[in-house]
């Protein structure tokens, strides 16, 4: 079956600690990118990167890193997580360079800092 | 500044009625319109996407519309039903790949029995 995995659903951490949320696609697509949702602000873009070894910033990439040494995978690091980085994060894949592609999403990630 | 707007921000229906869902824009270059349904603790999933010359594209009981003159887009839901209780969101896309791409807050529909 066709789709994004992001692992662990659920995470709950305290201020400081590393952490890393695990993004990864089967479809082959070129392109990924992180999201952070949060009431009332809607999805905002973190980071996305349109291939292996090329990564950019999105919207709102402060306090967070990013790799892709893999086409299939995309994690999401915080080095020293805040609370102002709780949120419910998203990854996404498409085709690039292709008309039309529709972003395909994770199940999401609900991240707690404490 | 690239914006877009949906409208209402919430909306209650009974099950079996019809609704209306608005978007506009203001957003440039544009190069399509994608509609995507938000489950509840899920992931966005694709509905519909437009380019500027297209007018109306449908997916089973869901219908959008877009006016690129006017920046408006509409989805229209037919027939709703329980399981469409769900937010949905209008993006816009600058560039054909899709890698610039601004987002709606959404509208959060609840269909009641």
């Known amino acids: 079956e066709a789709q994004v995995t992001q692992n662990p659903r659920y995470l709950i951490t305290v201020t400081g600690k590393k952490l890393t949320v695990t993004c990864s696609q089967n479809m082959n697509h070129e392109y990924m990118s992180w999201y952070r949702q949060d009431p009332g602000l809607g999805l905002r873009q973190i980071y996305y990167s349109m291939n292996v070894e090329v990564t950019d910033k999105g919207d709102v990439p402060e306090g967070y890193k990013v790799s892709r040494k893999e086409k299939r995978n995309f994690p999401l690091i915080l080095e020293s997580p805040s609370p102002n980085q709780t949120s419910l994060y998203f990854c996404a894949s498409s085709l690039w360079g292709r008309d039309n592609s529709p972003l395909h999403f994770g199940n999401g990630t609900r991240l707690t800092v404490t | 500044k690239n914006q877009v707007e949906q409208s209402p921000q919430s909306l209650i229906i009974l099950e079996g009625k019809n609704c209306t869902l608005q978007?506009?824009?203001?957003?440039?270059?544009?190069?399509?319109l994608r509609w995507y349904k938000q489950d509840t603790g899920r992931g966005p999933v694709s509905l519909t996407i437009m380019t500027f010359s297209e007018n109306t594209k449908s997916n089973g009981r869901y219908t959008a519309t877009l006016d690129a003159d006017t920046k408006q887009s509409s989805l229209h839901i037919t027939a709703s039903q329980l399981s469409d209780s769900a937010s949905y969101i209008c993006?816009?896309?600058?560039?054909?790949?899709?890698?610039?791409?601004?987002f709606g807050k959404g509208t959060t529909l609840s269909v009641s029995s």
């Open positions: 993006v816009v896309s600058v560039n054909q790949a899709g890698t610039a791409l601004i």
């Open positions: 978007c506009n824009y203001t957003v440039s270059p544009f190069s399509n």
